[in-house]
């Protein structure tokens, strides 16, 4: 693999939260953040959307329109995702 230069802050970032993942007693493995959420046009992130596009295989992005809405998407899927405790 070659150099990687990765040009302001949110390229690190993203590089980082794609390669970690958990591993399950059984050897089993999965990514730690399935993905992000984002809402563009907010100038305090510039450079954000470039840096999640290029790590769009490992982290994908959602688009939401409000904060809200993707609060309760998130615990929806945290609920459908992790088993009750036993």
């Known amino acids: ?3 990687v230069r990765l040009t302001h802050g949110a390229g ?11 591993e399950a007693e059984d050897g089993s493995r999965e990514r730690l ?3 992000c ?6 100038g ?5 959307g470039e840096a999640l ?4 295989e490992d982290l994908p ?6 904060e809200q809405a993707m609060a309760l998407a998130a615990v929806a899927y945290a609920k459908a995702e992790v088993p009750p405790p036993q």
């Open 37 to 42: 959420w984002a809402i563009f046009g907010h």
């Open 44 to 48: 305090n992130v510039a450079g954000m």
């Open 61 to 66: 992005t959602l688009r939401g329109h409000n």
């Open 1 to 3: 693999m070659g150099t």
């Open 33 to 35: 953040f399935a993905g």
């Open 53 to 56: 596009y290029a790590h769009r």
């Open 12 to 22: 690190p970032w993203c590089a980082h939260l794609a390669t970690q993942w958990i």
